[in-house]
C-alpha cells in the first residue's frame, strides 16, 4: 500500500468507526424528510406525469445526501486536524499535493456513496422509481460525490475552526442544495424563480441524477453533464493549487 492509498484508508477509517453518526445518522435524516414531505406534498406537487410524488423525492433525497456527505467528510477532517494539530504529521509524509487531493477526495466520495446507497435501500420502501438509464445514475452520483468533495477540501483549507465550517456549510452548501429540485420540479415554480434554478449547479446533478431513474428530467442530461463536469473540473483545479500553495496548513 503505498503513501495516498494508506491516506486514504486512514480517511474512510475514520468516518467509519463513527458509521451510526457519519452514516446512520443521514440515513435517518432522509426517512425523515420522506415520511413529511412526502405525506404533505403528495398531492400538491406537481412532477412528471405519472410519476408519483414520493417516487421522484426518492432520488432527489439520496443525491442531497450523497453531496452534503461528501462535503462533510473532506471538510471536516481538515478542520479537525488543524484544530488537534495532528494534520502536521500528514504534513511530514513525502506525499504530494496529488496524493492528498486523491486521498481526501476519494474517502469523501466513499462517505457519499455509502450513504446515498443507505438512503436509497430505506426510503425505496416509501416510493418505487424505475431504472431507465442506470449508467446515468452511476456518473451523476460519481461526478456529483467528487465534486462536493474537492468543495469540502477548499473550505476545509480556507476554514481555521469549527464555526467557520458552520458558515460554509449554513449558507452555501445548505441552500444550494435544499433550492436545487429535492423537494420539487422546477417547472412548477415561477419564470423568476426557474432562472435562479438554473444557475445553481446543484440543480444539475439533481436532475441527471433523476433522469436515471425517470428517463425524463427538467433539462437535458447532457446539458447536466457537460455542467457538472465543467464545475468539478474548476474546482478540482482550485483545490489542487490550494493544495500545492500549503494554503493555511504550511505556517
Do not use: C
Amino acid at each position: 500500500m503505498n503513501g495516498w492509498q494508506t491516506l486514504f484508508y486512514k480517511e474512510v477509517l475514520r468516518f467509519w468507526k463513527v458509521g451510526f453518526q457519519t452514516v446512520g445518522a443521514p440515513v435517518l435524516t432522509a426517512v425523515l424528510y420522506m415520511l413529511i414531505f412526502g405525506h404533505v406534498l403528495k398531492d400538491q406537487a406537481p412532477v412528471y406525469g405519472q410519476v408519483s410524488y414520493t417516487a421522484f423525492l426518492v432520488p432527489g433525497l439520496v443525491m442531497m445526501s450523497v453531496l452534503q456527505n461528501a462535503f462533510a467528510n473532506s471538510s471536516s477532517s481538515l478542520v479537525q486536524g488543524k484544530i488537534m494539530g495532528s494534520l502536521v504529521f500528514v504534513l511530514l509524509t513525502p506525499l504530494s499535493h496529488w496524493h492528498w487531493f486523491f486521498a481526501y477526495v476519494g474517502s469523501s466520495m466513499v462517505r457519499g456513496l455509502l450513504v446515498g446507497a443507505g438512503v436509497f435501500a430505506v426510503t425505496v420502501f416509501f416510493g418505487q422509481p424505475g431504472f431507465v438509464a442506470p449508467l446515468w445514475i452511476v456518473v451523476f452520483a460519481v461526478l456529483g460525490s467528487a465534486m462536493l468533495g474537492a468543495l469540502g477540501l477548499i473550505a476545509g483549507l480556507w476554514a481555521e475552526k469549527f464555526d467557520q465550517m458552520a458558515v460554509f456549510q449554513n449558507f452555501i452548501i445548505m441552500p444550494m442544495t435544499f433550492l436545487s429540485g429535492v423537494f420539487y420540479s422546477i417547472h412548477s415554480l415561477p419564470p423568476f424563480w426557474q432562472k435562479i434554478s438554473h444557475l445553481n449547479p446543484f440543480f444539475y446533478m439533481i436532475d441527471g441524477f433523476r433522469y436515471g431513474f425517470f428517463g425524463v428530467s427538467d433539462v437535458s442530461p447532457w446539458l447536466s453533464l457537460g455542467l457538472v463536469l465543467s464545475a468539478l473540473l474548476v474546482i478540482s483545479a482550485v483545490a489542487v493549487h490550494l493544495l500545492r500553495t500549503g494554503y493555511k496548513i504550511r505556517h
